[in-house]
């Protein structure tokens, strides 16, 4: 029997993967300085870095070095970063906190906001290019492919413009999880996913890693939702309510509490049986271990009993 994968969560990876957020920062001598104060404190608070340790860990499994690792971690929180910077704008969600504190564009203007956005944008694509430049083409061809159609007009993109527009007229339950899929889901998709690559997983790992992401990505915008209706900003950090007040994509409004509740059970043992899967090659023990941490029995009862019971 395999010992238990522990790397996950690991204070050191945080720290070491939050260095490495400001080491690669796209902050010159020569930038701007309110532009260079609003990367800098957008970095300064980075989160539980959740995507960022699944890719170290999915790369380092796959046997890529600690740099190549960290670099290809710091491009996709990098462009997780900027995905919440765009939905906190008043364009989109107009939300006042993210993480406990007050959102960047409330400090540092919309304008500068955006382009601290683009700028890390800019250097993600600039960091996996490092990374991806040195793999084999067949490899390198997958993974470009993973990032347009994730990144792009038909993956996190395409989700946004449906959630911006989604108050405009009844939909139907299953465009909430079409946004959530293509929001939620395509990052997860390069979290997890995209460094799978790396491995030349088989045709049926490729449809598992495929699934888990989307089951995952569901999952967490699922909770999300849940959170909005249910939790305080005090609680989460950043600012609730914002769906029914904009009118956008909640499955909670779409289906009410019980249905939301049922959808969530449904996903986890989807989850849970994909993930059974992947579990009998020692090269997927991170996401197994991930699963257990985020998606065990007790975090299940405490996601299904105790946020519903604060209704």
């Known amino acids: 029997?395999?010992?238990?994968?522990?790397?996950?969560?690991?204070?050191?990876?945080?720290?070491?993967?939050?260095?490495?957020?400001?080491?690669?920062?796209?902050?010159?001598?020569?930038?701007?300085?309110?532009?260079?104060?609003?990367?800098?404190?957008?970095?300064?608070?980075?989160?539980?870095?959740?995507?960022?340790?699944?890719?170290?860990?999915?790369?380092?499994?796959?046997?890529?070095?600690?740099?190549?690792?960290?670099?290809?971690?710091?491009?996709?929180?990098?462009?997780?970063?900027?995905?919440?910077?765009?939905?906190?704008?008043?364009?989109?969600?107009?939300?006042?906190?993210?993480?406990?504190?007050?959102?960047?564009?409330?400090?540092?203007?919309?304008?500068?906001?955006?382009?601290?956005?683009?700028?890390?944008?800019?250097?993600?694509?600039?960091?996996?290019?490092?990374?991806?430049?040195?793999?084999?083409?067949?490899?390198?061809?997958?993974?470009?492919?993973?990032?347009?159609?994730?990144?792009?007009?038909?993956g996190i993109i395409d989700g946004q413009a449906r959630d911006l527009r989604y108050g405009e007229q009844p939909q139907p339950a299953r465009e909430v999880l079409r946004i959530a899929a293509k929001k939620t889901g395509a990052l997860f998709l390069l979290a997890v996913y995209l460094p799978a690559l790396f491995g030349s997983p088989n045709p049926s790992e490729h449809r598992a890693l495929r699934s888990i992401c989307l089951y995952w990505g569901l999952l967490f915008q699922i909770i999300d939702d849940l959170n909005d209706v249910l939790s305080t900003s005090a609680i989460t950090g950043k600012t609730t309510g914002r769906d029914r007040i904009l009118n956008r994509a909640n499955l909670v409004h779409a289906t009410g509490l019980p249905n939301t509740r049922d959808r969530l059970t449904h996903l986890l043992t989807l989850a849970t049986r994909t993930i059974q899967k992947l579990g009998r090659d020692e090269r997927w023990d991170h996401l197994v271990h991930f699963h257990q941490v985020y998606f065990s029995d007790l975090a299940r009862q405490k996601i299904l009993l105790g946020a519903l019971s604060a209704a």
Not at 13 to 20: G, R, T, Y
Not at 53 to 68: I, K, T, Y
Not at 81 to 95: E, F, G, R, T, V
């Open 1 to 154: 029997m395999r010992p238990p994968h522990t790397s996950l969560p690991s204070t050191d990876l945080v720290m070491k993967l939050s260095d490495a957020l400001r080491c690669h920062s796209p902050v010159t001598h020569a930038t701007e300085s309110k532009l260079a104060a609003a990367l800098q404190d957008a970095l300064a608070q980075p989160g539980h870095l959740v995507r960022a340790q699944l890719v170290f860990q999915g790369c380092v499994a796959q046997n890529l070095c600690e740099n190549d690792a960290l670099a290809l971690a710091t491009a996709v929180e990098y462009f997780h970063h900027a995905s919440l910077l765009y939905d906190d704008l008043p364009c989109m969600d107009n939300a006042t906190t993210r993480r406990g504190r007050l959102c960047l564009h409330r400090t540092y203007g919309d304008a500068t906001t955006i382009l601290a956005a683009l700028a890390l944008i800019n250097r993600a694509y600039a960091l996996m290019h490092g990374v991806l430049s040195g793999q084999p083409s067949s490899v390198r061809d997958l993974a470009y492919g993973c990032i347009e159609n994730t990144l792009g007009a038909g």
